[in-house]
């Protein structure tokens, strides 16, 4: 960890959930992490494990109802979040925090050009006017490497092929130069040829805005050679915290063990897809122990009991689990 370096943006204990038909949903669990000026970290875990919701809390983007934060602070640059107006909080949005969402079709709007949709988003946040703003929309699109930018600016979004798509979102995300960065999945919908070209781009962006990164992916190939620390979520918990480097030499929790495992195994038996074995447990009725128990191998019977602490093994690794614990 680098503490010398101050943080940019501490999650303290958020705990979101959602007032459904069918109950209380317990989306996010305490979650607590702190991310340092011009870092860059990953969040991993399987499908449903609540990385998509945590950042959207931390940037407000959740639709409450059916959402509620419980719990919880969200501090950037020391101010909470949480607890600001929300048009203090929609000018923070998209000046000082961007996000770069898994699908670039959804974001855009069919019906305006991209220097349209560009020109607006720049106008509103730096108060240029359209000439002004049409050239820094060119300017931008240039930076992510869309050829002949000019010409582009007066396409429809239809008329760019995904990877072009998602350059423009992210040349959208970074007009205000934003401090931090945070991208949901950003090639998942993208060929494959096409997702390591996103990566560099992201890459190059966060590298000479000198910004931070919260990079969200299934891709553990992406996670190695992106970011500098992973934190690996399971049922809205974060179980383990490390450095990239110490998370694949020497995972420590048995889920985090399981997921590179399960990763591992794809690569060596094409078109079998093993899991870790058992369920998620459902998140309207979670365990009293570690909600990992009932698929752990190594489980003990304080685990099912009680709720695992979360045990500094050491300097900058953090892991949820009793294996590690004198207590157990
Ligand atoms: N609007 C909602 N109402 C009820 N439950 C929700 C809502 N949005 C998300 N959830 C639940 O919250 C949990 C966390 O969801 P989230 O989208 O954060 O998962 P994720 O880790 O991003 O998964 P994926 O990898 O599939 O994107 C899931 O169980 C999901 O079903
Ligand atoms: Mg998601």
Request: charge should be neutral.
């Given at each position: 960890m680098k503490e010398n370096l101050s943080s940019l943006l501490e999650v303290r204990n958020l705990t979101i959930d959602f007032h459904t038909m069918d109950?209380?949903?317990?989306?996010?669990?305490?979650?607590?992490?702190?991310l340092f000026k011009k870092e860059k970290i990953g969040i991993v875990g399987e499908?449903?494990?609540?990385?998509?919701?945590?950042?959207?809390g931390i940037m407000g983007l959740l639709q409450k109802p059916p959402a509620k934060v419980r719990e919880g602070q969200v501090l950037f640059?020391?101010?909470?979040?949480?607890?600001?107006?929300?048009?203090?909080?929609?000018?923070?949005?998209?000046?000082?925090?961007?996000?770069?969402?898994?699908?670039?079709?959804?974001?855009?709007?069919?019906v305006f050009t991209i220097g349209n949709q560009m020109g607006h988003v720049i106008r509103i946040h730096q108060g240029l006017r359209k000439k002004e703003s049409i050239e820094k929309a060119i300017e931008l699109l240039q930076e992510v490497?869309?050829?002949?930018?000019?010409?582009?600016?007066?396409?429809?979004?239809?008329?760019?092929?995904g990877g072009m798509r998602q350059?423009?979102?992210?040349?959208?995300?970074?007009?205000?130069?934003?401090?931090?960065?945070?991208?949901?999945?950003?090639t998942t919908a993208l060929d494959v040829t096409i997702q390591a070209q996103i990566i560099d781009v992201i890459q190059d962006i966060i590298d000479r805005f000198e910004s931070s990164l919260i990079l969200i992916t299934h891709d553990l190939a992406v996670v190695a050679e992106t970011v500098e620390?992973?934190?690996?979520?399971?049922?809205?918990?974060?179980?383990?915290?490390?450095?990239?480097?110490?998370?694949?030499?020497s995972p420590k929790h048995p889920y985090t063990q399981g997921l590179l495992g399960w990763i591992t195994n794809i690569e060596t038996e094409r078109g079998k897809l093993p899991t870790i074995d058992g369920m998620v447990p459902s998140i309207f009725n979670l365990p009293e122990g570690c909600s990992f128990s009932n698929r752990c191998k190594q489980c003990i019977p304080i685990c099912i009991r009680q709720e695992p602490p979360n045990i500094e093994i050491k300097p900058g690794v953090l892991c949820r689990c009793w294996l590690y614990s004198e207590e157990r």
């Open positions: 109950g209380i949903a317990r989306a996010i669990n305490g979650v607590n992490f702190s499908s449903g494990c609540g990385k998509s919701v945590t950042v959207l640059k020391g101010r909470d979040l949480l607890t600001l107006p929300e048009r203090e909080f929609a000018e923070i949005r998209g000046s000082k925090i961007s996000m770069i969402f898994q699908n670039p079709m959804t974001s855009l709007n069919p490497g869309i050829p002949s930018p000019e010409k582009r600016i007066d396409e429809y979004p239809h008329q760019l092929s350059r423009v979102m992210i040349a959208m995300a970074i007009s205000c130069r934003p401090q931090l960065i945070i991208a949901d999945e950003p620390r992973v934190l690996v979520m399971y049922a809205g918990k974060i179980v383990e915290t490390g450095s990239v480097q110490e998370l694949f030499e």
